[in-house]
């Protein structure tokens, strides 16, 4: 299989609030690059979205506002490609955000939630949350909540489901946008 995986962490419950991003390249079933950036908001912190991932405003005060980063991971997203996360409506709704804030283009790319595939796969899993789930699998998770680790652990659920289901068992879980 060849997919993105993406990750977000927010300053607050804004959909336009994204303080990181991680994406993780697959290619052939293996992580074969990794992108990740902090970015600087045009918002406030909560408390709250900080005690989860610990990004704190002076962490982002050098970071490159979501703007200037897309030209760099614009060319990620198109029609061709899956683009996979894990609670996929949150990542995809930050993304959507952002750009809607910014004014820019929307891209049009193939979606999917490893959370839903996760629980048709495993139901008997206390919960689908990402790291009950990675935990499960035997997925390394250092650092749950840092956009990178879970991209790449989103990427690796996935990778797992294919080998052990079939990649023609996850195509009813691909949406297009």
Do not use: C
């Not at 990181?20 to 079933?29: F, G, K, P, Q, Y």
């Not at 005690?51 to 982002?60: L, Q």
């Amino acid at each position: 299989m060849n997919f993105i995986a993406m990750d977000f962490e927010t300053a607050n419950h804004e959909r336009h609030s994204a303080v990181s991003i991680a994406l993780a390249i697959v290619r052939d079933d293996k992580i074969v690059d990794e992108f990740y950036s902090l970015i600087r908001p045009e918002t406030y912190f909560s408390r709250r979205n900080v005690a989860i991932h610990g990004i704190e405003e002076h962490d982002v005060l050098d970071a490159p506002k979501f703007s200037e980063l897309w030209p760099v991971i614009q060319p990620l997203f198109t029609e061709d490609k899956l683009v996979v996360a894990h609670n996929a409506p949150f990542d995809n709704g930050v993304l959507k955000g952002t750009l809607n804030y910014y004014g820019l283009e929307e891209p049009h790319y193939m979606l999917l939630d490893t959370v839903r595939t996760s629980r048709q796969f495993f139901p008997s899993f206390n919960n689908h949350k990402l790291n009950t789930v990675a935990e499960n699998l035997g997925i390394s998770l250092v650092h749950h909540h840092n956009a990178l680790d879970d991209a790449a652990a989103a990427a690796n659920i996935l990778i797992y489901e294919a080998q052990h289901f079939g990649a023609e068992a996850l195509r009813p879980f691909v949406k297009y946008r």
